[in-house]
């Protein structure tokens, strides 16, 4: 059984605020301030928000000066990790602290401009389920942070088939119903939309969004996470097309695998006929091939049926919710 | 119930010395520091004798208990059994051989005090063969370069902990010896006391080359654990490619030169070729069912450990689970 006690959970509360704004800081002790001021300017109409902001193990007073805004104003609340884990187990922290309706993600340094928060949020009442923000003008480095956010973004759009221009833009707007729906692990940040899509069959668009450069502090990224990306979209790809049926892909695979068996064994017999022998080197290097095929195929058919083994135990375990359905009003 | 300060665990798993005087060297520190103890023996069947030697003590009413397992288990299953039945509001590990003096207890207990979760026990100066010395800065170096290890003395088995920190700690196979590192992973705070060597260890000891065989492999578990539990596809991905590419390289140029008129139905190559692929396809799809195995129990826990939070509602004040 799911253990709900030991992290907080996505549970709907009586004095709940309608909406919470999440943003996980890493070392951004000159932002908070700034940040907090711009997010109570940008909801000043607002009837009812939360700032929820995660403190993803800073170095410096990060987390003190968030937990004396949260003091002086308790519609700001902290959230700190015990270290660093990372910008995807912030976030995470952040949404399942979250207690609003809409949950609003943005990053930490002030470089994504709050009073757009107002729009994404009057798109999302439009009838989506996920609203992503896309950088105009956006202020950053070109060959180090625009260029191979150029690329990335082209290899996820092709592979997750999710049209959304700009995946690493942290400003976007969620019902919560999708949140409850995908879990984020590993670097999934980068693909919010497409995992949202994936598992939650989320109806995502997008608006253009102000960027600034970052005023305070300085970028926490390194340019070389193309390999780390391109694994993680194969796991994307994955999740998305085969997890309620594994046994499919590795059948598929298993029988791409056979067919080379066969065109190696095929060839081997038309050999040895031409030649009327076995002995030639032919003798072993075609059914040789032959044979490390036929063990693949077999190995991935097999695999396939572990695949539906830990399916099904997982899902007996706890049971998925369903996607994202409407009822259209006739 | 916490109704003692300490818990001492002593799990006896190899060559254990006299466990009657290891307690009534270890319980004396413990005794002058004016803390109330009580000692948990958890031995391996094979080391029943050594328990039953206990009980002239028990009988004397010595703060004793012993856990007997009917099971041939290892040292981390023994941890767990008597930290579930540990009384004491701090839990100390000790091996039942003589690693360092017994004074270092309340030390590292006075660690807890001031706040550590994990307070280790670092032999420093290390006293000890020439061979022992060079096998320990082989495996810390090793430490150091896969895991980005910065515990000086990982082998060192005399450890205080909070039980609750213990409760939260992955311990299964045999991680309980990289205990300092799991809780750094985690997120707790671990102080390193330096403790002299009890004069018995500097006798030096000697290991069969399964010891070694098995400490490698358990250095790659926890490689794996620390890197890559939380993305399996990384590193089979990793390794697959590695094997895959030149298998796919050889097949091309062998195909490019069968294009040629060059045969290809005679060459080795060919065999090779096809094996590094189908190889690295393999490993692949592990990959892929790992990414799964992940996938579908992400709903159930979370990779993050929460130090707290501020104006919350009460209820999500608590600390969260690790993953």
Not at chain 1, 258 to 280: D, K, N, P, T
Not at chain 2, 39 to 45: M, N, T
Not at chain 2, 57 to 80: F, H, W
């Amino acid at each position: 059984m799911p253990d709900q006690t030991r992290y907080p959970t996505l549970t709907h509360l009586e004095d709940a605020p309608a909406l919470s704004v999440v943003a996980p800081l890493y070392n951004e002790e000159e932002n908070v301030a700034p940040l907090v001021e711009a997010v109570r300017a940008a909801l000043a109409d607002h009837p009812s928000w939360e700032l929820v902001l995660v403190d993803d193990g800073s170095r410096d007073r990060t987390a003190e000066l968030v937990a004396a805004q949260a003091a002086a104003d308790p519609r700001v609340r902290l959230v700190q990790l015990a270290r660093n884990y990372g910008q995807t187990q912030a976030t995470q922290a952040g949404f399942d602290a979250a207690r609003g309706a809409v949950l609003v993600g943005m990053d930490g340094d002030l470089q994504n401009d709050p009073t757009e928060i107002p729009r994404l949020v009057a798109k999302l009442d439009e009838g989506y389920d996920l609203v992503a923000g896309y950088r105009l003008n956006r202020q950053d480095k070109l060959v180090s942070r625009k260029l191979p956010s150029w690329v990335a973004n082209r290899i996820i759009r092709a592979i997750t088939r999710v049209d959304v221009r700009d995946n690493g833009c942290s400003l976007k707007a969620y019902r919560r119903e999708t949140i409850q729906r995908m879990h984020l692990y590993s670097d999934m940040h980068r693909f919010l939309p497409a995992l949202a899509a994936a598992t939650a069959g989320a109806r995502i668009t997008e608006i253009p969004v102000r960027h600034h450069a970052r005023r305070f502090g300085k970028s926490k990224y390194g340019a070389s996470r193309i390999l780390k990306i391109l694994a993680d979209l194969l796991t994307l790809t994955w999740i998305a097309w085969f997890r309620e049926r594994p046994l499919r892909l590795f059948g598929l695979a298993g029988t791409i695998a056979s067919a080379f068996a066969a065109l190696f064994g095929a060839s081997w017999v038309f050999s040895a006929l031409v030649a009327q022998s076995l002995e030639r080197p032919w003798g072993y290097v075609l059914p040789g091939c032959a044979l490390l095929w036929l063990v693949l195929a077999f190995y991935l058919l097999m695999l396939g049926f572990i695949g539906e083994v830990v399916l099904r135990r997982a899902r007996e375990e706890s049971p998925e919710l369903l996607p994202l359905a409407f009822e259209r009003k006739s | 119930m916490r109704d003692v300060d300490v818990t001492v665990i002593v799990t006896v798993v190899e060559s254990p010395a006299s466990l009657v005087l290891l307690y009534e060297e270890f319980s004396k520190p413990l005794a002058a520091s004016g803390r109330s103890f009580e000692f948990i023996f958890a031995a391996h069947p094979l080391f029943r004798p050594l328990t039953d030697a206990l009980a002239p003590l028990v009988a004397k009413g010595a703060p004793i208990r012993v856990i007997d397992v009917g099971q041939s288990v290892g040292e981390t299953v023994l941890l767990r059994l008597a930290a579930g039945s540990a009384r004491g509001r701090a839990v100390v590990t000790l091996p039942a051989y003589r690693q360092v003096e017994a004074k270092t207890l309340p030390a590292l207990l006075a660690q807890l005090d001031g706040g550590a979760d994990v307070a280790v026990a670092w032999r420093s100066p290390r006293i000890d063969s020439f061979v022992n010395r060079a096998q320990n800065r082989i495996l810390h170096w090793t430490l150091g370069t896969l895991v980005r290890d910065r515990i000086h003395d990982v082998a060192c088995g005399v450890r205080a902990i909070r039980p609750e920190v213990l409760a939260e700690l992955p311990l299964y196979g045999d991680f309980a010896r990289f205990l300092p590192l799991l809780a750094l992973r985690d997120g707790w705070r671990v102080d390193e006391v330096a403790s002299a060597v009890h004069p018995d260890a500097m006798k030096g000891r000697l290991y069969g080359p399964g010891v070694y065989l098995r400490r490698l492999i358990d250095v790659l578990g926890l490689l794996f654990l620390l890197r890559f539990t939380e993305k399996p596809l990384r590193f089979f991905g990793l390794v697959g490619t590695f094997l895959a590419a030149p298998g796919g390289v050889i097949l091309f140029v062998v195909f490019l030169q069968r294009l040629g008129g060059q045969g290809a139905a005679d060459r080795p190559v060919v065999l090779l070729g096809v094996l590094l692929l189908v190889l690295g396809v393999q490993l692949i799809a592990l990959g892929l069912i790992g990414e799964m195995i992940v996938h579908l129990t992400a709903s159930r826990r979370r990779g993050y450990r929460l130090r707290g939070q501020k104006s919350g509602p009460e209820r999500t004040g608590a600390e969260s689970g690790s993953g």
